[in-house]
């Protein structure tokens, strides 16, 4: 019996045919093979290609950062929203139909949009090259979670005499 995969061969970090890693960002694309890590620009008018050695990389970092500011504004919305649209609060202050359908509206707007910055946060992660190489660490925004730490994985793999 043989498995496939549902996922399409461009998502998700890909193995190239020579053993090579690559995982996508928003500004960068890094590649990781066994001798060398490429980090290419992805800027239109001007790209841009650094390769290095495996033995001057310092650190790959992941940093995933706080998704709790943004639940906690979406949680606090929805329960806003909740109270405007049920009246629940009717023993401080009756609101009238069309008040609590503009208020319950207001509140569900607010929550929608602080829902987006929470999903973004928990999907996506930061990468941070540092190398000695180069005098300023490479920080590749918006990969993938999963891209991210199979990146880490891979490097963690490599050899350090590669």
């Known amino acids: 019996m043989q498995v496939t995969s549902a996922r399409r ?3 998700g970090p890909t193995l190239t045919g020579n053993n090579e890693f690559v995982c996508k ?60 649209k049920y009246n629940s609060l009717w023993f401080l202050v009756n609101l009238t139909v069309e008040e609590e359908a503009v208020l319950s509206t207001v ?13 973004l946060r928990a999907l996506f992660v930061d990468i941070i090259i540092s190398s000695a190489a180069t005098p300023t660490p490479f920080l590749v925004r ?8 199979g990146l880490v994985r891979r490097f963690h793999r490599v050899p350090a005499g590669a």
Request: proline residues 7%.
């Open 9 to 11: 061969p461009t998502e």
């Open 25 to 84: 960002g928003f500004n960068y694309t890094v590649t990781i093979g066994s001798d060398k890590l490429i980090v290419r620009d992805k800027k239109w008018g001007r790209p841009s290609s650094h390769e290095l050695p495996i033995q001057s990389i310092n650190a790959v970092i992941v940093r995933r950062k706080s998704i709790v500011p943004f639940a906690a504004f979406t949680a606090l919305a929805l329960i806003a929203t909740v109270l405007m």
């Open 107 to 119: 509140a569900l707007a607010v929550a929608l949009l602080c829902a987006i910055p929470t999903v």
């Open 142 to 149: 918006f990969v993938p979670g999963r891209q991210g730490r």
